[in-house]
């Protein structure tokens, strides 16, 4: 049986209450906590860096924290996370010189390794790393921003995403980011994604545990 996994986007959160959201976020049921960064360099937006993560371990945050690095160059930046309590650290492939050096040194520094793939990027980019890779995310968005609507093709990529993952025998999730919602989660998750990224979907409702409690029954009806 799969577990599921949704993690909120705090790019969405009240971050003047970054603390209390997180805590609010975990308290309505989220398994982990998204955390986006971004360097307007890779992508034209600017958002949080290894201090915040540090700050939120230090307020007293447990929960895993799934940090989605949307920032050019990629490897340098990898330890400080580390340091600051990540526990997943992904990267996009078109961002790093030597992609096979990023996960590894992603793994060495204690986290789990994520490959992050753009709408347009393929997925033939997993062929020789599938072994150290923990964590497949496809964007279902341009990264940048949150609130954008789901490109609809990445259905099909997360059916081929789960083919792959499943024929390779590892231990990997299958993460879905951008413009997921109540009333597409159940198709995303029928097309094999086991974690889900929602920012503006949770953070932008008024009730967090509603709007998890939703999600979850939606995943359950189209998963069976
Ligand atoms: C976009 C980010 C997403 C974003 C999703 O570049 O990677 O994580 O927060 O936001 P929503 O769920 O609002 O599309
Ligand atoms: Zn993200």
Redesign the pocket.
Known sequence: MTDFWIAP?I??ADFARLGEEVDAVIDAGADLI?F?V?DNHY?PNLTIGPLVAEALRKYGVEAPLDV?L?VKPVDRIIGDFAEAGASYVSFHPEASEHVDRSLQLIRDSGCKSGLVFNPATPLSWLEHVLDKVDLVLL?S?N??????SFIESTITKLETARQLIDASGYTIRLEV????KVDNIGRIAAAGADTF?????IFGSDDYRATIAEMRREIASATG
């Open positions: 986007s790019l969405s998204h986006d971004m992508v989605h949307m964007m968005v990264p940048g921003f949150g609130g954008q980011d951008g413009g997921v990224v929602a920012g503006s979907a």
